[in-house]
C-alpha cells in the first residue's frame, strides 16, 4: 500500500511538472509577476527595492536585424541586446538602453569571455540556446557554440535573457533606473528569484558570494577603462580580448575614468534618495574611478594622472597629486560637482565651504559614519592656519571590499580606498556636503 501511494505521489508529481513546462513562457511568468526584491548597490546606496513587475514576453519568431556593419565590438553587441530585449518586453527602448546597463553587459561579456577569449563567434555571454536558427552546428547546452551572425547572436542572448529560466535578467535590464550593480545581483542570486536557474555554475551555492564580487570587479573595472573593454571586437577568428583587438572608433558611450575620454564622472543610477542625487552620483563615481581599491603607495592611476592634469594642473607639482587635498579638489572639478573647489589645501577648502552656504550644507560633529551619505567631504583640523596638517577624504559609500573612503595622503600615497572615521588624532571631522 505504502508503494502505491508513494507511486502515486511521484506520479502526480511528474504530470504537474509536466503541465507547467507546457505553459508558454508568458504563463509561466505570470508564476512571479510583481516580485519586490531588495538589491545591494555597492556604490553607497546600500540596498533598495526595485520593482520587478515582470511583463510577458513578446517573441514573434524574427531575428533582430541591427543594420550595423562589421567589425563588431563589444559595446554595440550590449546596445543591440538591450533594444530586443526591449522590444521583446514591449517597453520603450530608452528603459532598457542606458548607460548603466550596457556597463553591466559589457561587464558581464568580458567576465564570461565568450568569442572574445574562445573560438566561439558572435556568443559573448555564452549562451546555449537551442535555436537551428541561429546556430552554427548543433546546439551545445554549456554555450560553447557560434551564432551565424552578429544579429544571431543578439537575438539568442535576448531570448535568453527575456526566456522563463532567466527572466529576472530582462526584469532588471528594461527597468531604467536599476544600475550595473543591482544586476550583476540578480545575475548571481538567481535562486531569489522564483522559477530562475543559473547562468554560470561558478555562481552556484556555496560560491555566490565570491562569484557577486568578482562581478563587482568587473564593473569597476569596465568603468576605469571603458574605452579598452567596450570597444574590443567581437566576431573575428582572433581571440579578441587576448589579442587586443579594439576599435573605440565605434563608441557610443564615453564613460569617466576612460583612458581617451575626459573625466566627467558617471551619474549613479540607482534608487531615489541616493547621497545628495545626480551631483554626488557623479562625485561618488569619479572619486572610485581615480583610486586604487587598496593603497599603492605613490604609483598614481592613469586616470587620476589624466583628470589632475586637465582638472587640477596646479596640483600636478606636488609630489605627482599625492595629497589629500588636491585629490579632493581633482574630483569636485573632473565631476562637474564644483569647479571652483579650491585646487588643494584643507584650511582653504575648509574656509571656502563653510562661506558658500548656497553650495554645501557643512556640520561641525558627525557622531557616526552612519550618518554619512555618498558624496560628502570630510575634513579634518584644518580652520586655524594654513601650516596646521590636516586631511580630507570623499565617503564613498560601502564597497566589495569593505572599504567606504577615497582618498591621498600627503608624500606618502596616491588615491586609494580605505576605511572612514569621523574623529582621529587631529580632532573631529566636519562634513560638507553639496547641495543638490
Same mark, same amino acid.
Request: aromatic fraction near 10%.
Given at each position: 500500500?505504502?508503494?502505491?501511494? &508513494?507511486?502515486?505521489?511521484?506520479?502526480?508529481?511528474?504530470?504537474?511538472?509536466?503541465?507547467?513546462?507546457?505553459?508558454?513562457?508568458?504563463?509561466?511568468?505570470?508564476?512571479?509577476?510583481?516580485?519586490?526584491?531588495? =538589491?545591494?548597490?555597492?556604490?553607497?546606496?546600500?540596498?533598495?527595492?526595485?520593482?520587478?513587475?515582470?511583463?510577458?514576453?513578446?517573441?514573434?519568431?524574427?531575428?533582430?536585424?541591427?543594420?550595423?556593419?562589421? /567589425?563588431?565590438?563589444?559595446?554595440?553587441?550590449?546596445?543591440?541586446?538591450?533594444?530586443?530585449?526591449?522590444?521583446?518586453?514591449? $517597453?520603450?527602448?530608452?528603459?532598457?538602453?542606458?548607460?548603466?546597463? $550596457?556597463?553591466?553587459?559589457?561587464?558581464?561579456?568580458?567576465?564570461?569571455?565568450?568569442?572574445?577569449?574562445?573560438?566561439?563567434?558572435?556568443? +559573448?555571454?555564452?549562451?546555449?540556446?537551442? @535555436?537551428?536558427?541561429?546556430?552554427?552546428?548543433?546546439?551545445? /547546452? *554549456?554555450?560553447?557554440?557560434?551564432?551565424?551572425? =552578429?544579429?544571431?547572436?543578439?537575438?539568442?542572448?535576448?531570448?535568453?535573457?527575456?526566456?522563463?529560466?532567466? #527572466? &529576472?535578467?530582462?526584469?532588471?535590464? %528594461?527597468?531604467?533606473?536599476?544600475?550595473?550593480?543591482?544586476?550583476?545581483?540578480?545575475?548571481?542570486?538567481?535562486?531569489?528569484? +522564483?522559477?530562475?536557474? =543559473?547562468?554560470?555554475?561558478?555562481?552556484?551555492?556555496?560560491?555566490?558570494?565570491?562569484?557577486?564580487?568578482? &562581478?563587482?570587479?568587473?564593473?569597476?573595472?569596465?568603468?576605469?577603462?571603458?574605452?579598452?573593454?567596450?570597444?574590443?571586437?567581437?566576431?573575428?577568428?582572433?581571440?579578441?580580448?587576448?589579442?587586443?583587438?579594439?576599435?573605440?572608433?565605434?563608441?557610443?558611450?564615453?564613460?569617466?575614468?576612460?583612458?581617451?575620454?575626459?573625466?566627467?564622472?558617471?551619474?549613479?543610477?540607482?534608487?531615489?534618495?541616493?547621497?545628495?542625487?545626480?551631483?554626488?552620483? *557623479?562625485?561618488?563615481?569619479?572619486?572610485?574611478?581615480?583610486?586604487?581599491?587598496?593603497?599603492?603607495?605613490?604609483? /598614481?592611476?592613469?586616470?587620476?594622472?589624466?583628470?589632475?592634469?586637465?582638472?587640477? +594642473?596646479?596640483?600636478?607639482? *606636488?609630489?605627482?597629486? @599625492?595629497?589629500?587635498?588636491?585629490? $579632493?579638489?581633482?574630483?569636485?572639478?573632473?565631476?562637474?560637482?564644483?569647479?571652483?573647489?579650491?585646487?588643494?589645501?584643507?584650511?582653504?577648502?575648509?574656509?571656502? $565651504? &563653510?562661506?558658500? /552656504?548656497?553650495?554645501?550644507? %557643512?556640520?561641525?560633529?558627525? #557622531?557616526?559614519?552612519?550618518?554619512?551619505?555618498?558624496?560628502?567631504?570630510?575634513?579634518?583640523?584644518?580652520?586655524?592656519?594654513?601650516?596646521?596638517?590636516?586631511?580630507?577624504?570623499?565617503?564613498?559609500?560601502?564597497?566589495?571590499?569593505?572599504?567606504?573612503?577615497?582618498?591621498?595622503?600627503?608624500?606618502?600615497?596616491?588615491?586609494?580606498?580605505?576605511?572612514?572615521?569621523?574623529?582621529?588624532?587631529?580632532?573631529?571631522?566636519?562634513?560638507?556636503?553639496?547641495?543638490?
Amino acid at each position: 500500500m505504502k508503494k502505491l501511494i &508513494r507511486f502515486y505521489a511521484a506520479f502526480c508529481c511528474f504530470i504537474l511538472l509536466f503541465v507547467l513546462a507546457a505553459q508558454p513562457a508568458a504563463a509561466q511568468q505570470n508564476i512571479y509577476k510583481i516580485l519586490q526584491y531588495p =538589491f545591494y548597490d555597492s556604490e553607497g546606496s546600500g540596498s533598495c527595492t526595485l520593482d520587478f513587475t515582470d511583463t510577458d514576453t513578446i517573441n514573434d519568431g524574427s531575428i533582430w536585424s541591427s543594420g550595423l556593419s562589421p /567589425p563588431y565590438i563589444l559595446e554595440q553587441f550590449a546596445i543591440e541586446t538591450l533594444k530586443a530585449i526591449a522590444k521583446k518586453k514591449a $517597453v520603450d527602448q530608452n528603459s532598457a538602453v542606458t548607460q548603466e546597463h $550596457v556597463i553591466a553587459l559589457v561587464a558581464f561579456m568580458y567576465g564570461e569571455g565568450g568569442d572574445i577569449a574562445n573560438p566561439q563567434l558572435f556568443n +559573448p555571454l555564452n549562451s546555449g540556446l537551442n @535555436a537551428p536558427e541561429l546556430i552554427v552546428g548543433a546546439h551545445a /547546452p *554549456n554555450g560553447v557554440q557560434s551564432f551565424k551572425s =552578429f544579429d544571431a547572436g543578439v537575438e539568442a542572448t535576448a531570448r535568453t535573457m527575456a526566456g522563463s529560466n532567466q #527572466s &529576472r535578467l530582462a526584469a532588471t535590464l %528594461v527597468q531604467s533606473n536599476s544600475s550595473a550593480q543591482q544586476f550583476m545581483y540578480a545575475l548571481t542570486y538567481y535562486n531569489k528569484f +522564483p522559477g530562475n536557474f =543559473f547562468w554560470a555554475e561558478a555562481s552556484k551555492p556555496p560560491k555566490q558570494d565570491s562569484y557577486y564580487r568578482t &562581478r563587482i570587479q568587473l564593473v569597476q573595472q569596465v568603468r576605469s577603462d571603458y574605452s579598452q573593454l567596450a570597444g574590443t571586437v567581437i566576431g573575428t577568428t582572433a581571440l579578441e580580448a587576448i589579442d587586443n583587438v579594439t576599435d573605440s572608433s565605434k563608441l557610443q558611450y564615453r564613460v569617466a575614468g576612460s583612458s581617451d575620454v575626459q573625466t566627467t564622472g558617471l551619474s549613479t543610477s540607482g534608487c531615489e534618495g541616493v547621497g545628495s542625487g545626480v551631483v554626488a552620483g *557623479n562625485i561618488v563615481q569619479t572619486a572610485l574611478n581615480l583610486s586604487w581599491p587598496e593603497s599603492h603607495g605613490l604609483t /598614481p592611476k592613469r586616470q587620476y594622472t589624466t583628470a589632475l592634469k586637465k582638472y587640477n +594642473p596646479e596640483g600636478q607639482d *606636488n609630489f605627482g597629486g @599625492a595629497d589629500c587635498g588636491i585629490f $579632493v579638489a581633482t574630483v569636485m572639478r573632473a565631476s562637474n560637482a564644483d569647479l571652483n573647489y579650491p585646487s588643494a589645501g584643507t584650511a582653504q577648502q575648509t574656509s571656502y $565651504v &563653510r562661506s558658500h /552656504p548656497e553650495k554645501y550644507e %557643512v556640520l561641525d560633529n558627525v #557622531s557616526s559614519t552612519s550618518e554619512l551619505q555618498p558624496g560628502d567631504i570630510m575634513i579634518v583640523n584644518s580652520g586655524s592656519g594654513e601650516g596646521v596638517a590636516g586631511h580630507t577624504y570623499i565617503f564613498v559609500g560601502n564597497q566589495p571590499n569593505g572599504t567606504d573612503e577615497a582618498s591621498a595622503s600627503y608624500k606618502k600615497r596616491m588615491p586609494s580606498l580605505g576605511k572612514a572615521v569621523t574623529s582621529d588624532q587631529r580632532g573631529n571631522y566636519l562634513r560638507a556636503r553639496l547641495i543638490k
